[in-house]
């Protein structure tokens, strides 16, 4: 909401230049009735609605909801620690449909726009929400960087540090785990919001199965980083009082890498690490054909944005002869693929800091099956849009799968610094990653 002084001259008064965003609390609510709102004669140009997490930014993110109360309506400001963003969507929507004739609330339905301010784990929820209501009309978003990595509001311009648009791709996240006899695998999960349990009517339900589905938005990872981010966010819950610092919380994360054996993995961690011991992996290409992918890394990530770990880019951009080889493209937010990038430590990971730098590319697929073998490991550690879990992993003839495919497209709010760029940018400038000695890079030159 910062403008500069030529976009305010046109307003008398930071009142007025408000009132752009302003809702009247009838509109969102039908207990409010229209006769008790200041009088609005015109729609605002920006009405919006905003969505904060308390808890992200150590102590900023209370501070911004006081903020944005005192700016706007305080019924358009809501806490997630106190609400969910689906209760408070869905009456919204439903008083927008009674209010159907009137003028105002047609054009407040028709211009409103969201903002979202946490980690990316709070923006993935609400935009998993917002899909979720399958709207003919759903509002652009934007992303306010509260959390470690930022890595959304990053990805679509708008920051990775604590305080236009494009057609971005939705992918579902579909996990089912056979039930667990007495005494093998513990089902009780903690998972991120994103992920919820289906209900039993849902089609995709089988008999025998615990069923999981939900969105997934920036990245899916499995393996060690997922076990630091587990880590990390342990730690945090446990303490909270230490983690209200941004740098701080970073600085810390890079200590557990190293407590956790990631930096050293190949000198502590033996080979059944690697995720070709844990699970059978495959990917269906852009004819719909599947095929196997072996693995030797010890972790993954199937990126839906160009933004990882706070802003670094893992997938790069092939140069010409890779595309022309490989048939890998830039990673594009709207081609309806994942680049899928492996990592063998965290002394790879550094490779990212460097100009053009990346990881080893494994694949492009629009879904991705991953199947766990009994016995391979107690637990696995995976992670969506940095919410991180432990996997209880089969045991006896037990099952657990995940799988990965698109499923649509959200309208998000870009800035003019937007690195996620759209495969219909033919203007786009490309720099395309050093490839010339991938043996600095990859682990494998057919990787």
Known sequence: MVQSETS?????????????????????????????????????????????????????????????????????????????PDKVLQRIYLNLERLKDDSLASKIQDKLKIIVAGGDGTAGWLL????????????????????????????????????????????????????PKEGSCDITLKLPHSLPRIFPSDQENMEGYHTYRGGFWNYFSLGMDAQVSYAFHSQRKLHPERFK?????????????????????SLFHPSSQNIAKLAKIQICDRNGQWNDLHIPQRSIVCLNLPSFSGGLNPWGTPNPKKQRDRSLTAPFVDDGLIEIVGFRNAWHGLVLLSPNGHGTRLAQANRVRLEFKKGAAKHAYMRIDGEPWKQPLPSNDETVMVEIS?????????????????????????????DEDDSSVVENEEF
């Open 8 to 84: 305010m001259e046109k307003y008398n008064s930071l009142s007025d230049f408000l009132k752009k965003f302003f809702i009247p609390s009838y509109v969102l609510s039908p207990e409010d009735e229209p006769e008790a709102q200041i009088s609005c004669t015109t729609a605002p140009e920006n009405p919006i609605l905003v969505f904060i997490n308390s808890k992200s930014g150590g102590q900023l993110g209370a501070e911004l909801i006081l903020t944005y109360r005192t700016l706007l309506n305080d019924k358009q400001v809501f806490d997630l620690e106190v609400e969910t």
């Open 128 to 179: 998993g929400v917002v899909s979720d209501l399958n709207l003919s009309n759903p509002p652009p978003i934007a992303t306010v960087p509260l959390g470690t990595g930022n890595n959304l509001p990053f990805a679509f311009g708008w920051g990775k540090k604590n305080p236009g648009g494009l057609r971005w791709s939705l992918f579902w996240i579909l996990m089912r785990m056979k039930h």
């Open 245 to 265: 610092n941004q740098l701080v919380n970073q600085s810390t994360y890079l200590k557990l890498s190293c407590t956790q054996g990631w930096f050293f993995a």
């Open 406 to 434: 698109h499923h649509g497209q959200v309208n998000m709010l870009a800035t003019q610094n937007c690195r996620s760029k759209s495969m219909y940018e033919s203007s786009s400038i490309i720099r395309f990653s050093n």
